[in-house]
């Protein structure tokens, strides 16, 4: 048995032919432009696409960077000092040296200066700082024998805003303030062997005393650690 492609069928009518013919044309050539217009709209589509993610990768970027220059910009500038370390053998009207031992000990001692500089002093050195509670003399010493500078004033004596102006004479290490009743004076300024008392925390004498003594090397462990000991009560900074 065999199988024949039969034929595809036509219209006997040649007009009727033309149309058939004339309408299949046309319905191919709708599908093609249907097609071209769907690409063109995939197309579009990515474009909007790639300009939207364009434009939100700029933003951010430029958002990133406009945070970086404000916080460069804007960022509060440093409160501390600056001081050169070591001394220069310069002489501080008003400044008292003395001969002091260097010893561990332990349990109070009884100092020659009040606040004392320099001595037998506690196993612990202070961490150096800003402190708004009195400091045990002992550790603080320990922290003058590494060369740090110790300010400290009597609160019944000065106000906020004199207590604002001794911070700022303070550098960013090495040195310590703290409260100390019954001083005797409004502000004393203390250094291994060194002290300077005055009655006014805008004595122009205090940031001398700092020029010359903080950091000295003629304390007995310059440059010895000034952090990772002991915190006393109060400390703020």
Same mark, same amino acid.
């Given at each position: ?12 009518? @040649? ?13 191919? &050539? ?8 769907? /690409? ?16 939100? *990768? ?24 600056? /001081? ?22 332990? !349990? ?6 009040? @606040?004392?500089?320099?001595? @037998? $002093?506690?196993? /612990?050195?202070?961490?150096? *700082?800003? /402190? ?9 010493? $320990?922290?003058?024998? $590494? !060369? ?5 004033? &009597? ?5 906020? &805003? ?5 911070? !700022? ?9 703290? @409260? ?47 952090t990772g000991a002991l915190d006393g009560p109060g400390k703020? !900074?």
């Amino acid at each position: 048995m065999s199988t024949q492609k039969r034929p595809q069928r036509s219209s006997g009518n @040649p007009a009727k032919q033309a149309e058939i013919s004339q309408s299949v044309k046309q319905q191919r &050539d709708a599908k093609r432009q249907e097609k071209l217009a769907e /690409y063109q709209r995939q197309l579009q589509k990515r474009r909007r696409g790639k300009i939207v993610w364009w434009t939100v *990768g700029t933003v951010a970027a430029i958002a990133v960077v406009g945070a970086v220059v404000a916080s460069y910009v804007f960022a509060p500038a440093s409160t501390s000092a600056s /001081y050169t370390a070591g001394g220069s053998g310069a002489e501080i009207d008003g400044v008292e040296t003395f001969t002091n031992e260097t010893t561990h000990v332990e !349990g109070v001692v009884d100092y020659e200066q009040t @606040p004392p500089a320099g001595g @037998p $002093h506690n196993a /612990y050195w202070l961490n150096c *700082g800003v /402190y708004t509670e009195p400091q045990t003399n002992e550790n603080a010493v $320990h922290s003058l024998e $590494h !060369g740090a500078v110790w300010m400290t004033y &009597d609160p019944e004596r000065v106000s906020d &805003d004199d207590i604002a102006t001794l911070e !700022g004479y303070l550098p960013s290490s090495y040195a310590i303030l703290s @409260p100390y009743p019954d001083l005797g004076s409004t502000v004393a300024v203390s250094a291994w062997n060194a002290q300077l008392k005055v009655d006014s925390a805008d004595d122009e004498r205090i940031p001398e005393f700092f020029e010359e003594y903080w950091r000295s090397e003629n304390a007995p462990e310059p440059n010895a650690a000034c952090t990772g000991a002991l915190d006393g009560p109060g400390k703020a !900074g």
